[in-house]
């Protein structure tokens, strides 16, 4: 199974959650690519297994500038047949806690993609015992989600 994880961080946080991500499916047995969103080409979604699309918040709940371009680059791309998840951080203290990651899921819906029921969103780093459970537990049920799909898929 082919995984991509594409990412934007400032301060290192989604850093750190698409690492965990990373190692979590990759101990599965996934081939998975990370890598920063800036350097995406948008048709290359179309080539995994899964999506995973990670961002920080910025400011009042707004997309932050490194992922800018590849939202608009989405545009309205079809992405049928794309099976995407989200993911992210924020910090409490601002009025949309992690919107980015539900924008994220948004676009990617109306684009046609199969966007996973369950969204990470992680405040601030994943430095907590439970934090980095979270993560690996989303890790893993995004893969049994793929799988079953792709059982589904095959028949």
């Known amino acids: 199974m082919r995984v991509f994880i594409g990412y934007v961080s400032m301060s290192g946080n989604t850093e750190d959650i698409a690492t965990l991500l990373y190692d979590e499916l990759n101990s599965l047995g996934c081939d998975v690519l990370m890598e920063c969103l800036d ?12 999506v995973l699309i990670g961002s920080y918040t910025w400011g009042d709940g707004d997309l932050p500038y ?50 996973f029921d369950q969204l990470l969103k992680v405040e601030l780093s994943p430095e907590s015992t439970e934090q980095q459970m979270a993560c690996k537990e989303f890790a893993r049920s995004f893969y049994f989600w793929l799988k079953e799909r792709n059982i589904q898929h095959v028949s």
Request: charged share 25%; glycine share 12%.
């Open 39 to 50: 350097t995406v080409d948008t048709e290359e979604l179309l080539t995994y297994t899964g």
């Open 66 to 115: 490194e992922a800018e371009d590849f939202y608009e680059e989405l545009g309205d791309k079809k992405l049928s047949g794309v099976m995407a998840g989200c993911f992210g951080s924020g910090d409490y203290d601002y009025p949309k806690f992690c919107a980015a990651v539900d924008i994220f899921a948004s676009k990617l819906n109306e684009n046609g993609a199969q966007v």
